[in-house]
C-alpha cells in the first residue's frame, strides 16, 4: 500500500481496529491469561502486582518509600495525530495518580505502519505525548519502536509514593461513599468520531477529559479516610467498581441518576454508536451485577479512555474530601456507596 501524501487530512481512526481502552482484552479473557501464567514465586517486597487487577505495580525500596509501575498504549482514539498522543501519555500518567503516587519519568512504547502513514505524522503523535509530559514535570526519557499493522502509541511510566499512602483498589470499606472524578461517555463519542456522527461540542467536551491528568490523586493519597482508589478506563464503570467491591468483599451501590456523563450521551446511545468494547466488558462481568437495561449498560460498561478516579471514602472522611475538591478545583461527584455483600451480586444499579 502506498504511503498518503503528507498533505492530505489523515484520519487516525480509519487504521484503528478499536477505540483507544475500547481495544482492550475483555476482563474475563485477560483474567484466563493471568491464570495460565501466575508463577508460584513470591517477591516481598513487591506489595502490589497481578493479584488485585490494580493499576500499576508497587515496589518497596525501604526507607519508608516504594517505586510505582506502569505501562499503557492501546490504537488511536482520535483522527488528530497531536492529540493521540496527549491522550495516551495522559492515561498512562494517570495509571501513577490512581496508586496515589507522583511520577518520575516515562519512556515511549510506538508501532507504526510506515507502509500506510508517514513518519511525520508518528512525530506529531511522540510530540503530543512530550507536551503532558511536560505538564506533569517529567521527561519522556526515551523509547522503543517497533513497524506493525496498526499504529499504537503508549508510555511505561515509573513512579514514587511514601509507603504508607498507596491506595490500592481492593481494600474499601463497608459504608464508604463512592465518588467520580470525570463524567461517563467517552467511548461512545470516540465511536461517534470514528463513524463521523460526532457532534462538535461532545468531541471537544471528550478530548478535554481524556487529556486531563488525574492530578488528583496524589492529593487524595494524602487523607487517610480514602481507602481505596482506581481509575476508570477499559473496563467502563461498572467493571472498575466490580473489581473495588469484590476485592473488598463488598458491594457496590451506584445511583444512576448521580451519574455524570458527557452532555451529548444520550444521543449517540439512541444512534446505537456502542463501541465494542461495552458489550465484551457486560459479556465479562454482567453475572456480577444486578439486572440492569440496554440503556445503563451501554453508558456503565462503556470503555473510558483516560476516565477519573473512582474514589472510596469512610463516612468521617468526606467532608475533608469535598474540601480537597473546592480547594484544588477537580470535579468531584458523589455516585453510590459500598455495603456488606448480602446476596449474590458485587453491584447493584438503582434508580435507573
Known sequence: MSTPDQSEKIRLTQFSPGAGCGCKIAPKVLEEILQKSKSGITFDKLLVGNDSKDDAAVFDIGGGRSVISTTDFFTPIVDDPFNFGKISATNAISDIYAMGGEPLMAIAILGWPLEKLPASVAGEVVSGARTVCESAGIPLA????????????????????????VKRNDRGAAGSVIFLTKPLGIGLVSSAEKFNVVREADRIAALD????????????????????????TGFGLLGHAIEMAEGSGLKAVIDYNLIPKIEGVDYYIEQ?????????????????VSPISEKVKALLCDPQTSGGLLVAVRPEAVAEVEALSA??????????????????????????
Do not use: Q, W
Open 142 to 165: 526515551g523509547g522503543h519502536s517497533i513497524s506493525c499493522a496498526d499504529p499504537i502509541f503508549g508510555l511505561a511510566v515509573t513512579g514514587i509514593i511514601e509507603t504508607s499512602k
Open 209 to 232: 477529559l481524556m487529556t486531563t491528568l488525574n492530578v488528583a490523586g496524589k492529593s487524595l493519597a494524602d487523607i487517610e479516610g480514602v481507602v481505596a482508589m482506581t481509575d476508570v
Open 327 to 352: 480547594e484544588k478545583g477537580f470535579p468531584l461527584f458523589r455516585i453510590g456507596t459500598l455495603e456488606v455483600k448480602n446476596g449474590e451480586h458485587f453491584a447493584e444499579i438503582i434508580n435507573t
Open 272 to 288: 446505537e454508536c456502542m463501541p465494542g468494547g461495552t458489550y465484551r466488558n457486560f459479556a465479562s462481568y454482567g453475572e456480577k
